[in-house]
């Protein structure tokens, strides 16, 4: 069901040109996509937890930029297409890193039994939001608020500096929004 949803709303938004391979390539035996999970243990730590998320990003990010104060105050207002591309794409760094384990863990009785977890094995350390830039950017062009937008959607939680997460929500607000929703998605949604 995710999977299907994520195409419909990717092909009905993302027509630029590019988009049609970066689809494939999602689609592909290359690409684990739509059977990772979002983490190793956190949220939607589960198969098809990755596109879930992004589901739930782009549903969020929707619905901030349906409020009034954003729009008449903030005058933040980007395209249907932007606002898929930022929410659908954002985690696409997660593709091929999540590799099925176990880890041990008390049950209710207080004896250690084996779970079923993932590891992260990341074959190219490129960094977060700057890494699914990157493979983005091989397939489609992205605008600078799109590129800025998904660089820091970890916000502050991220590894990067303060200043410059704080500039490039200045700078870029759709920054800020998909930063709040990515927020809002993986904190109340995914808890």
Known sequence: ??????????????????????????LSSKSDFFEAPCSTRFHLSEPGGLVKHSLNVYECLKAYLERPRVKEIYGMQFSDETIAIVALLHDICKVNVYQKSTRNKKNDQGKWIQVPSYNFEDDLPYGHGEKSVYIISGFMKLTRDEAFAIRYHMGFSGNEEAMNVGKAFA??????ALSTADMESTYFLEK
């Open 171 to 176: 700078l870029y607000p759709l920054a800020f």
């Open 1 to 26: 069901m995710d999977k299907e949803t994520f195409v419909d709303i990717y092909k009905k938004n993302i027509q630029r040109e590019g988009s049609e391979d970066l689809l494939n390539y999602l």
